[in-house]
């Protein structure tokens, strides 16, 4: 056996378009045609495609989820569904373009590094693919692709595909994403998903799944703030570790290595670091997104929602956030209310002391008027937190840039932030 | 920069690990549910690399339905004593004593749907307030909208339209009393990625996963191990394959695939030629289309 699996990498994209665009058929085809597909899949589709008299097979099918929706015929949650070639594994968060769906696109687009929106070559830019293309800029995304459907039904000529593309490139220069990219393709007929088209010569761009196996995401990672919110403390407790104290963790960015000076937030106590370890011994350096066990030269307090960082670029620390929301929940957002405050491995609460503006997703305008929020609205608001928040702008780290707020009676993830 | 990237498989354990510590960090009395296949040893195997060179701090669960293959129960008890780990048993036999449970009878009769119960008992008895399990979402379409974290009500309940929302890597583990969570931290491991890992960290598995010549019979599209717990159909004969397990689970519905794969190099290559889904071979999800879906609200793994 090849040992080519031992350098692939992981993709996690999110899909976003709004219904009957084909979305669940470029999925199923994305799937089908890179062989993704089991036999007994195949044929469970076929056998549904037929009983509903289809002529084709229903590619869409593959992607269909729980029973409620397949009696209902609509998708109402994000969905994970997983794809491999020899070059990347791919984890799609597949959100659906119905009800709630600034909610769920919000939800997949949280752990995406790409976002595929989808237009309807019939249709053009709507208002959808602009509200989707915020949600991708205002979570960061940083690859945006905007596949340009069904180009079948306008003959796959060049003209329908440049005017939407300069359409949408008209409006995202009021967008925060620097690699935007257009692909014409026919999700029903396989035009450029898989296999090059043969009907469009005069698109000299990569297939949609050449550019999602190439596209560069080494630099998505903040490689320059050292942070490390300590998860954990691990105290063995036995006879051969007596005195080990290590702090467990995830990198949320930089890179650590034995020798390094680091401060402790929000104690600020300084030390060095002296070994960064594993179940396999310890080793010279950990960078994002590792999980690993850091140990220190000196005997300082530190627990669980504490960060070690490094002296020469520390994150904020504040008890005042300026916060972009989401709000989630069908309980609408109580200004004035207090929440359960969740960021990285630390938490407390948190009052919503003031809304800002509403933003209008469909025309990327703000509302200074409006101070509400109800399930799906967007939100500027300032919060005041029960104790410090150690943090980065989210532009600049989207780990320890991002909260969630928490209802106190119904323990529900009510809103997700991005702190400005 | 390029120096500073993760394999695939690297990311995927990364993010594990991330999630067993989370879960230590939030729950006041956390376990792994063992079944003795592959991917609990996975995620006992993560579990281990989560709090070295401290020990597993919480208990391993095993649902014990009587109907094992020894294989499995002499691999958990050796691996149990070389990692240290505490192993806590519920036995679906007593829940049956007990009158819990009621056995199945006739010719497909099974414990599979028992375990729910016993499961329940078990988290209850012994007041777990988060169950980790290996389950995956690529194994079955009703998995594929699974949380990490996913709450269970005080039955014990999955409510599919009542899931919390997951973003970035925040994991909210909050509950009344009497609730759980269960929570599947290799949610994002396909098949090939388990099989990938196990050859790359040289994870040991019960041997039932390598091609072996065993005493089967030919039912519903797959070799059923022959066993004390069979009844035999009429047509039914005994006969004698070389037969590997994708999925380990009750001997008397887990069905194995003829196989020359004696290595797990050669079990990657069939998985990765292999044209059925590993729950293809289960006879419990062959009951009906959404079969696992029902189960799962139920309280199921
Ligand atoms: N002609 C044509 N039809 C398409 C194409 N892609 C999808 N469709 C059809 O558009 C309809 C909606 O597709 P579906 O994938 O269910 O859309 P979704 O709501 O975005 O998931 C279905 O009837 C598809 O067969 C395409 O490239 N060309």
């Known amino acids: 056996m090849s040992d080519g699996y031992l350098d692939m990498e992981l993709l996690r994209f999110t899909t976003a378009g709004s219904v009957d665009d084909g979305k669940s058929t470029l999925i199923g085809r994305l799937l089908y045609d890179s062989k993704s597909i089991f036999e007994d899949q195949i044929e469970q589709v076929k056998a549904t495609s037929e009983r509903k008299g289809l002529e084709h097979v229903d590619l869409s099918l593959l992607t269909d989820g729980l029973r409620d929706e397949r009696e209902q015929g609509i998708t109402i949650d994000v969905a994970y569904r997983y794809f491999a070639t020899p070059k990347r594994k791919f984890i799609i968060a597949d959100t659906p373009g119905h009800i ?162 680091v401060i402790v937030q929000p104690s600020g106590f300084k030390s060095k670091i002296r070994s960064v370890d594993t179940l396999d011994g310890p080793i010279e350096q950990a960078f994002p997104p590792m999980s690993v066990t850091l140990t220190l030269e000196d005997d300082i307090d530190v627990s669980r929602g504490d960060m070690i960082v490094r002296e020469n670029n520390p994150p904020r620390t504040s008890q005042d956030l300026e916060v972009m929301l989401c709000w989630l929940n069908e309980s609408p957002m109580l200004t004035g209310g207090k929440y359960v405050l969740r960021h990285t491995s630390s938490e407390c609460r948190a009052m919503i002391k003031e809304v800002v503006y509403k933003m209008n997703i469909s025309d990327l305008t703000r509302n200074m008027d409006d101070k509400t929020a109800g399930m799906n609205d967007i939100v500027k608001v300032h919060l005041r937190t029960t104790k410090p928040i150690i943090n980065d702008p989210y532009r600049r780290n989207r780990q320890t840039g991002s909260i969630i707020l928490v209802d106190e009676t119904t323990n529900e993830t009510v809103a997700a932030g991005m702190i400005v | 920069m390029s120096s500073y990237h993760l394999t695939h498989l690297r990311e995927l354990e990364a993010e594990s690990i991330y999630v067993i510590r989370e879960v230590y960090a939030q729950f006041d009395n956390p376990a792994i549910l063992f079944s003795g296949g592959k991917d609990s040893i996975v995620v006992t195997h993560l579990a281990r690399k989560a709090f070295a060179p401290a020990r597993i701090p919480f208990p391993l669960v095993h649902i014990d339905t009587g109907h094992n293959f020894p294989e499995t129960m002499q691999f958990r008890d050796d691996l149990m004593e070389r990692i240290g780990a505490k192993l806590v048993v519920g036995s679906v036999q007593q829940s049956i004593d007990q009158g819990r449970v009621k056995e199945e009878s006739g010719i497909n009769a099974s414990r599979n749907a028992l375990q729910t119960t016993t499961l329940l008992d078990t988290i209850e008895k012994n007041k777990f307030d988060a169950a980790m399990g290996g389950a995956r979402r690529d194994e079955e379409k009703a998995r594929a909208k699974e949380r990490f974290f996913s709450h269970r009500d005080d039955f014990g309940q999955w409510d599919p339209k009542n899931q919390r929302p997951e973003l970035w890597n925040i994991f909210n583990g909050k509950k009344n009393m009497g609730e759980h969570f269960r929570v599947f931290p290799i949610s994002n491991w396909t098949e090939m990625d388990v099989w990938q890992y196990i050859l790359m960290e040289n994870i040991e598995i019960p041997s039932l996963y390598i091609a072996h010549e065993r005493d089967v019979i030919w039912r519903d599209g797959s070799w059923l ?77």
């Open chain 1, 100 to 261: 709630q769906y600034t909610r769920n696109m919000v939800t997949g687009a949280s752990t995406a590094n790409l976002a595929l929106i989808l237009v309807d070559a019939r249709n053009g830019v709507i208002e959808q693919t602009r509200r989707h293309s915020y949600i991708a800029s205002l979570l960061q995304i940083p690859h945006l692709i905007v596949c340009i459907n069904k180009m079948d039904l306008v003959d796959y000529k060049e003209e329908a595909f440049t005017k939407i593309v300069s359409d949408y490139e008209d409006f995202a220069s009021k967008l925060d994403v620097n690699d935007i990219r257009f692909i014409p393709i026919s999700a029903l007929h396989g035009d450029n998903v898989v296999e090059r088209s043969d009907k469009m010569d005069w698109y000299d761009g990569s297939t949609l799944l050449y550019s999602l196996e190439t596209i560069h995401i080494g630099s998505d990672q903040n490689h320059i703030d050292a942070r490390f919110p300590v998860q954990t403390v691990i105290r063995p407790h036995s006879d051969e570790y007596h005195d080990y104290r290590g702090y467990a963790g995830r990198v949320a960015g930089g890179i650590f290595r034995p020798g390094d000076e």
């Open chain 2, 225 to 301: 191990p022959m066993s004390d717990y069979i009844n035999l159909r009429p047509d039914e004969k005994v006969e004698r394959k070389k037969v590997r397990f994708r999925t380990l689970g009750d001997i008397t519905i887990t069905g194995g695939v003829e196989s020359d794969a004696d290595s797990l190099e050669k079990i990657i290559e069939e998985v990765a030629a292999s044209r059925n889904t590993e729950r293809g071979m289960r006879a419990d999800d062959k009951r009906s289309e959404t079969s696992m879906e029902d189960r799962k609200k139920q309280g199921y793994f």
